[in-house]
């Protein structure tokens, strides 16, 4: 099974790749972050007729997650609890049916936090501790269990081209790598590093012409359950994604499991 994390930085801007990319590659499961789309104007039809069951968990203009698989859905949950006036789309989850049991795929779309200093970084580390709790109870489960999606995390120096530029961003935050690390000592493996060591950047700045320095950085991780990191075979970064007409500032990051 290849299950694949991508912020699409806009479902509409960014239809005709999505729908090229699932047609060449054809993962089994594909989550998606900020679709920047209300769950009605999500391009169900088009995706569908390439063999995907969609679920949705959409926001006008900014945010919005969705999850698109091959797999029938057994149970989705949308939003992260905590906060019951929490009104960003940020996490779904799907439960899907395989050989031997199941595998639970919760795709997330943490906070970016900037500027820090601001109610923006405040709910960025409230968030993460709100996923700590979260995970806490899903590993409880003892199942297979993939937590993916863009964590707007820079673990490492090694995942930053020029890390001393992030010095100070709410990706690069002391706070921020706290929670990180707090969040993985539950028992979670970071899936690209457990196949490589190298420099695997998943995103280029517009702004500053990134991609033609590749001045990248890693924020788009998939953290796995012990169930899980039993079954990864290994991890592809898409990077020529980038290089394509049209496209995100982030790649899609694959996993291949033996479910």
């Known amino acids: 099974m290849r299950i694949a994390t991508w912020n699409i930085n806009g479902v509409k801007a960014r239809q005709g790749l999505l729908l090229k990319w699932l047609e060449d590659v054809s993962p089994d499961i594909v989550c998606l972050q900020e679709i920047k789309s209300v769950d009605e104007a999500f391009p169900r039809m088009e995706i569908e007729a390439l063999g995907y069951n969609v679920e949705t968990f959409g926001q006008k203009s900014w945010n919005g997650v969705a999850i698109l698989s091959k797999h029938q859905f057994d149970e989705v949950t949308r939003g992260l609890p905590g906060d019951d006036g929490d009104e960003q789309s940020r996490l779904i989850e799907g439960v899907f049916s395989v050989e031997g049991g199941v595998v639970r795929v919760c795709c997330i779309y943490l906070p970016n936090g900037n500027p820090v200093g601001t109610d923006k970084f405040t709910y960025k580390l409230g968030w993460m501790d709100r996923l700590h709790s979260f995970v806490e109870d899903r590993l409880a489960l003892e199942e297979p269990f993939i937590l993916l999606g863009d964590y707007n995390i820079i673990p490492a120096a090694v995942d930053a081209k020029n890390p001393k530029q992030w010095v100070g961003d709410a990706l690069f935050r002391p706070e921020s790598a706290e929670r990180w690390r707090a969040l993985t000592n539950l028992g979670l493996t970071d899936a690209v590093r457990a ?54 500032d982030h790649v899609p990051v694959e996993g291949d499991f033996s479910f």
Do not use: C
């Not at 702004?207 to 998939?222: A, M, N, Q, S």
């Open 195 to 248: 196949v490589t060591d190298e420099p695997s950047y998943t995103f280029w700045d517009f702004k500053t012409f990134g991609w033609d320095r590749d001045d990248g950085i890693r924020i788009d991780h998939l953290l796995l359950s012990p169930q899980a990191a039993d079954r990864l075979n290994d991890v592809i970064v898409h990077r020529e994604v980038r290089g394509m007409e049209k496209p995100s």
